[in-house]
């Protein structure tokens, strides 16, 4: 098959896959079973029809309103189901026709999944992050290049030094500094990338925090007491590692020699 069309195959199997996300993203927190019932409108609770369900482009031909109650969808529908489609491209152009794909496009669904959930509730599913660890140690044991003493060491150490931050705030601090999520997920993610790639995250999710933290107070007036989520800067620093990782810390070591 010409390279285009496997491209345009991938993005429209991130898009279905993104559509079910979105059922994940609102009943995963709810504690709803995502096979039953069908996708319904949440305020009418009318079931939504086939040709009503098209990723994105039933969002355009209803012009952003359910059919039954005229109530507004929310954009973050389409928004997921775009940004999950691009992913998958970007994951099968990096890594190509490979099982390092899949393996990579399972790991880039959960963190959509993780983003859109911590953005709205502030929690990060064990259902996402505990079975993530488990396929992570297998897929880096056999499928992806790590090897099992990487992958280890990076679900161990990504969950160990954050499950001491959270100790030492609760010591310290007096205060929770580190939610159990936040330990699940980075653990999950040391088990895909490896525990360099890990602390890379680490870094970058803390650089990117900051900065959006200083941004929010300046420019909102936000509260500096007011939580504001650790997951999505995780995840934020998890992709830029898988993507640019090696890169980066080539570089990073370069400019150490100079």
């Known amino acids: 098959m010409p390279l285009p069309f496997l491209f345009i195959n991938v993005f429209i199997l991130g898009l279905l896959i993104g559509s079910f996300l979105n059922v994940c993203i609102y009943r995963l ?12 409108c949440p305020a009418c609770n009318k079931p939504v029809k086939p040709y009503d369900n098209i990723p994105v482009f039933s969002f355009i031909f209803l012009r952003g309103k359910c059919r039954s109650c005229s109530i ?10 775009l940004l ?11 890594f190509g026709l490979s099982l390092e794909t899949v ?25 996402i992050t505990l079975p993530g660890m488990v ?46 999520g936040d330990i699940k997920l980075i653990a999950m993610i040391g088990a ?26 300046f420019l909102k007036g936000r509260n500096r007491a007011e939580p504001i989520p650790f997951g999505p800067f995780l995840v934020l620093g998890a992709l830029i590692s898988l993507f640019w990782g090696s890169e980066i810390l080539g570089w990073y070591l370069q400019l150490g020699r100079l």
């Open 192 to 217: 895909f990338i490896g525990w360099k790639g890990m602390l890379l995250t680490i870094f970058l999710a803390a650089v990117s925090g900051a900065v959006s933290g200083l941004l929010l107070i």
């Open 72 to 81: 507004p969808i929310s954009w973050q529908y389409p928004l997921v189901e």
């Open 29 to 40: 927190p709810r504690e709803e079973s995502i096979v039953f019932p069908a996708s319904h």
């Open 103 to 127: 393996v990579y496009s399972l790991l880039f669904s959960s963190l959509v999944v993780v983003t859109f959930i911590d953005l709205s509730h502030q929690i990060i599913p064990d259902v």
């Open 135 to 180: 396929l992570g140690l297998i897929a880096g044991s056999t499928i992806l290049p790590l090897g099992p003493v990487r992958s280890f060491v990076g679900l161990v150490l990504g969950g160990g030094i954050f499950y001491l931050i959270a100790i030492l705030s609760v010591v310290i601090l007096k205060k929770e500094g580190m939610g159990g």
């Open 84 to 94: 999950h489609g691009l992913g998958y491209v970007f994951v099968f152009y990096r």
